[in-house]
């Protein structure tokens, strides 16, 4: 079963708690893995499985903010987030982003893809990048704000283009060029003659 099924089978049995769209996607309680077990809906594998995706997904991570209710499977709240949750998800949220942008430069520096329209990338996006740090602590230990804040930048996203280099291999020319560049040829002999 793939991946996006586990989900939508979730969100079939509780629509009050599961969301297939991620900007909808509630923080749900503590210990919610523990009555999923106790329903039985999925396997062990399945249900972890679902929710690692579910929680990791950037909508989730994105709604995990201070004070917000966590909900349980009926959809009643159960619980908030709590300020250092909403900072381990800003970290996650960096973390990803972080990978994404490597997995990108990995994917560019093996074949240089072709270039972006200027209309879409700003003047400041070409020149002046924002560079991020993250330094996430010990995994399960607590962070405090103060170690965290620093870190989170005031914009999340950045996107460097450069200039395509010049192409190193000589311009291929179709056949009426080289009819042409044949004629030309031909052309300069006679008048040598």
Known sequence: METKDLIARLAALYPAAFFLVGADRKPLKLGVHRDLAAARALSC?????????????LGYLG????????????????????AEEELEAVARVLKI????????????????????KT?????RCETDPIN??????????PVSPAEVAPAV????????????PAPSTPKRVGLSGLKAAWHARQATKEAAE
Request: aromatic share 2%; net charge positive.
């Open 45 to 57: 594998r399945e249900r972890n499985l679902a929710l690692a995706l579910y929680t990791g997904s």
């Open 153 to 164: 930048p005031k914009t999340t996203t950045s996107i460097v283009i450069e200039p395509s």
């Open 119 to 123: 209309s879409l990338v700003s003047q």
């Open 132 to 141: 991020i740090e993250v330094q996430p602590g010990p995994r399960n230990e």
């Open 97 to 116: 982003e972080a990978e994404n942008a490597a997995r990108w430069q990995r994917a560019r520096e093996r074949k240089i893809k072709p270039r972006l």
């Open 63 to 82: 709604n995990m903010r201070e004070g917000v209710p966590r909900i349980g499977l009926d959809g009643q709240p159960a619980g908030a987030v709590t």
